[in-house]
Nanobody, 124 residues
């Protein structure tokens, strides 16, 4: 299983970014997938998740601003981020796991497969 993130960068507060995660090596539709982030000196947190049952879940701090989606034809997971805040600054990781079904569970778990991460910096 390989997960490759892209799309990170620097943006001003209030701006937008879209992260992508190209997935390969497994049956894409049968896995839960999602995004986690970790800022310096802070614990890793689940940001957004897409369950194998089609459900989505979000961390409270990003609900209404971030949207997770996937394109099955491209085996790619996305995270659309809008109205970015300085506190969104972190390394963002794509993750996947076959041992789950719901997005709620995945967001609070420690997934088995991880990408290398992409940095998001929100600063004026």
């Amino acid at each position: 299983v390989q997960l490759v993130e892209s799309g990170g960068g620097s943006v001003q507060p209030g701006g937008s970014l879209r992260l992508s995660c190209a997935a390969s090596g497994y049956t894409y539709s049968s896995y839960c997938m999602g995004w986690f982030r970790q800022a310096p000196g802070k614990e890793r947190e689940g940001v957004a998740a897409l369950g194998s049952d089609g459900t989505t879940d979000y961390a409270g701090s990003v609900k209404g601003r971030f949207t997770i989606s996937k394109d099955n034809t491209k085996n790619t997971l996305y995270l659309q981020m809008k109205y970015l805040k300085p506190e969104d600054t972190a390394m963002y990781y794509c993750a996947a796991d076959a041992a789950c079904r719901t997005s709620w569970y995945f967001l609070r778990s420690s997934p088995y497969y991880w990408g290398q991460g992409t940095q998001v910096t929100v600063s004026s």
